[in-house]
């Protein structure tokens, strides 16, 4: 998981506003980008889900700065409280940021991880460790290649 500059300021230069994705989707097997406090659990899922499976590996969630928060510290943040000014710009501004956050926090209450999927790990017969270690203590010159066969 990784943080990411405030959804209301997202391309708009301000600090740590980054293009991550760029940086890191060659090194991971997926990445997601939550934009909502609803779009958490799902990603979290699905980026357990993605990791484990197939071939194990990487996966990034970035998650902007103010779904880190609760709604009444954010919508401090942006001023979104209470209404200020009486011009039209500053009443279009207040109803724009007041859309924005009221979007970020949606959903919410029906946000909640599904039951949980247990794996196991691939069965292993003794028999077949034994079968193993004696072809390779009778080995002249083993070569191993180990790998997940695909």
Known sequence: MGG?????LR???????IDQISIIKSVVKTWIQARR????????????????????GPVFIECPVDLLYP????????GAKNETGKSIAA????????????????????????RPVIRSPYPVRESAINLFLREIRQSRRPVM??????
């Open 145 to 150: 290649v180990i790998g997940s066969g695909r």
């Open 91 to 114: 009443r279009l501004t207040y109803w724009y940021i007041h859309r924005h956050v009221n979007r970020l926090f949606a959903g919410v209450k029906q946000s909640a991880f599904s």
């Open 37 to 56: 406090i609803k779009d958490l659990v799902p990603a979290v899922e699905k980026a357990f889900r993605v990791a484990t499976t197939g071939v194990p």
């Open 71 to 78: 709604e009444e510290t954010v919508r401090e943040w942006y």
């Open 11 to 17: 391309n708009r230069g301000a600090l740590q506003d």
């Open 4 to 8: 990411a500059t405030a959804t209301l």
